[in-house]
């Protein structure tokens, strides 16, 4: 759905849409697994800086690789969102007039072509809603770094040798020196 700068001059324009896995490209490590719903309205905000505004509410369930295991690990991402779009022309390009900001205008994103595509502003809301740390489980032991075994299948019996300590006789020697 494209949000036209022109449709925001005569009136908001409120948007509900389910967009089912696929549609939107999140990546090689993230997929949607369930559909992306999301509703809500746009509006003309600042007239004169022609500035939209988009508020809503989304819901999706995504899968990603665990980042301890590699396994599938999913959860959703739920929550609201309030964004506002600044023309292109505002960004400071080269060759263009600078044009003052306000102080809140430094949280706007830019948009060209005459208005947004909603897929752009959900892939980027579900994208930034994303965990950080992304596992399967709480408890996830994750992979053997001997063998590369998943330790959450199998225990693999494999010593994880100590790591070679260089420097260990310097240390040494320097606690010695401070005693």
């Not at 102080?103 to 706007?108: E, T």
């Not at 994303?130 to 032991?141: H, Q, S, T």
Request: glycine residues 8%; contains cysteine; negative net charge.
């Amino acid at each position: 759905m494209f949000i036209r700068l022109k449709d925001l001059e005569l009136r908001s324009v409120p948007f509900s849409v389910a967009l089912p896995a696929g549609e939107i490209d999140f990546g090689d490590r993230a997929r949607q697994t369930g559909p992306l719903e999301a509703s809500g309205e746009a509006v003309l905000q600042n007239e004169t800086l022609e500035e939209i505004r988009v508020r809503g509410r989304m819901h999706v369930e995504m899968e990603t690789d665990c980042d301890r295991c590699l396994e599938p690990a999913g959860f959703v991402i739920e929550g609201d969102f309030d964004l506002s779009y600044l023309p292109e022309r505002l960004a400071g390009e080269e060759g263009r007039e600078e044009i003052a900001l306000r102080n809140d205008d430094s949280d706007a994103a830019f948009y060209s072509d005459g208005g947004i595509e909603l897929k752009d502003v959900l892939r980027e809301q579900v994208l930034l809603a994303m965990p950080m740390r992304k596992l399967c489980r709480e408890d996830c032991k994750g992979i053997c770094p001997v063998c590369g075994a998943n330790r959450n299948v199998s225990p693999c019996g494999c010593e994880v040798k100590p790591v070679d300590d260089r420097w260990a006789a310097l240390r040494a020697q320097e606690v010695r020196s401070k005693k």
